[in-house]
């Protein structure tokens, strides 16, 4: 029978975008597009490219594409990312929430908060950790 309970999807690549309508049939209660990731595959490019443009009249189609089909099929529907105050504005103007990175939350929100480079510090010291587990290992061979 298959799993009965509440599950979300995520839409990150041009293939999800397409496959949307099937994607949709499968029971899933929540849509959540990574702008990120989906805006560099559709045009082919890094994030911090001048042609990464979430705000570009073919993403926000694409968006509202989605957010209609989601809407239909009463799925709710999202977009999380590295996002602007400018795309966070048009998404509220087109209705459709929006999660962020939390480390967008000052510049978002024009507010201070204790260690907004937590994660980023986490991750630099496991970076090192596995590095000097690799260089001690390879030593011992």
């Known amino acids: 029978k298959g799993f009965t309970g509440k599950v979300g999807t995520m839409i990150e ?5 397409f496959d949307l309508s ?11 597009v990574g702008m990120n990731d989906l805006t560099s595959f559709v045009f082919a490019t890094m ?9 570009s009249p073919i993403m926000l189609d694409m968006l ?3 957010q209609d089909k989601a809407r ?17 504005q048009k998404m509220n103007q087109l209705g459709i929430k929006c999660i962020i990175h939390y480390s967008s939350i000052p ?3 024009d507010l201070e908060i204790d260690h907004p480079d937590h994660l980023k510090h986490i ?14 290992a390879r030593n011992v061979e």
């Not at 991750?123 to 001690?136: G, N, P």
């Open 64 to 66: 509202r594409d989605m």
């Open 107 to 109: 510049e978002i929100f």
């Open 123 to 136: 991750k630099e010291e496991s970076k090192k950790l596995q590095r000097s587990t690799h260089d001690t």
């Open 13 to 17: 690549l041009p293939s999800a975008y």
């Open 72 to 88: 239909k099929n009463k799925i709710n529907f999202a977009v999380a990312g590295y996002l602007n105050t400018s795309f966070i």
């Open 22 to 32: 099937s994607i949709l049939e499968t029971g899933i209660s929540k849509i959540v």
């Open 47 to 55: 994030r911090n490219s001048q042609w990464h443009d979430m705000e």
